[in-house]
């Protein structure tokens, strides 16, 4: 911490001082960052992949890309669970959406996989690689998303897609904050593992307008056992075929 300063200028001066130290306020609010997604495809069971859901949860609580809102999707799969663990957020949904990524990627499908904003897809445990990443994918033209929610009823709004977007859904996603798992079992046998946000929700609320224009409201059904403090909304605009994100917004539950 610096030292303090003792000024012995006069009342009015000191002020005027200050004044002019300050930065100028911006009477519009700060800018909105920019959303952008992260998916790590990820298992209790695999070895390398708790230092890739650190890697993200690190990025995600510090926010620390400037300009950006990253937004944290932990994906969990389940073809590690016959390997001596079953992963209790395993499910094949995620399993063949990993798989989707792939084929257009032609990387196969791995873990610890990062897919960004659809766009991009990396080892998930390569902190500097996310983080450069983030910041490349913050820069593509980008849909205005708006989501709301109130009680368990979420709404999504969405306008002035791209340019040249194809056609696209719109996808409703929760998530849940702050799990660890004690593994039993595996290659994580021992170990307290915690976790990025994890996907605990992912539905499809229907196809983009032809207009480019989409409204939807659906009313969620949450598990009892969820934490609702921990739970957080996420609205994604993503291209059918090419599996593109386009647009993004949170809300908390």
């Not at 400037?66 to 944290?72: L, T």
């Not at 994918?137 to 306008?159: C, D, I, Q």
């Not at 056992?225 to 593109?244: C, F, I, M």
Request: net charge positive; charged share 15%; proline share 5%.
């Amino acid at each position: 911490m610096k030292n303090a300063v003792l000024l012995t200028l006069p009342l009015l001066g000191a002020m005027a001082v200050l004044a002019l130290a300050q930065p100028a306020v911006n009477p519009g609010g700060p800018a909105a960052r920019v959303p952008v997604v992260v998916e790590l495809f990820t298992s209790e069971g695999c070895s390398s992949c708790p230092a890739a859901d650190a890697a993200l949860r690190q990025l995600e609580t510090a926010q620390s890309v400037p300009g950006v809102e990253v937004i944290a999707l932990g994906e969990h799969v389940d073809y590690w669970n016959r390997l001596g663990w079953k992963d209790g957020f395993s499910s094949a949904a995620f399993t063949a959406r990993q798989r989707q990524y792939a084929a257009g990627f032609g990387s196969g499908a791995y873990t610890p996989q990062a897919v960004v904003n659809g766009r991009y897809e990396f080892v998930g445990s390569h902190a500097a690689e996310l983080a450069q990443t983030v910041a490349k994918a913050a820069t593509a033209p980008r849909a205005t998303v708006a989501l709301t929610t109130a009680g368990s009823t979420a709404r999504v709004h969405v306008a002035s897609v791209p340019a040249g977007t194809a056609a696209a859904e719109v996808l409703l996603v929760v998530t849940e904050s702050g799990l660890a798992s004690q593994v039993g079992g595996g290659e994580n046998s021992g170990r307290l593992l915690r976790h990025a946000p994890v996907v605990r929700q992912l539905i499809s609320l229907g196809k983009m307008g032809s207009a480019g224009t989409f409204t939807g409201t659906t009313e969620l059904k949450l598990n009892a056992g969820w934490k609702r403090p921990n739970l957080r909304a996420v609205a994604l605009v993503q291209e059918t075929a090419s599996h593109r994100i386009v647009g993004a917004a949170t809300a908390a539950l």
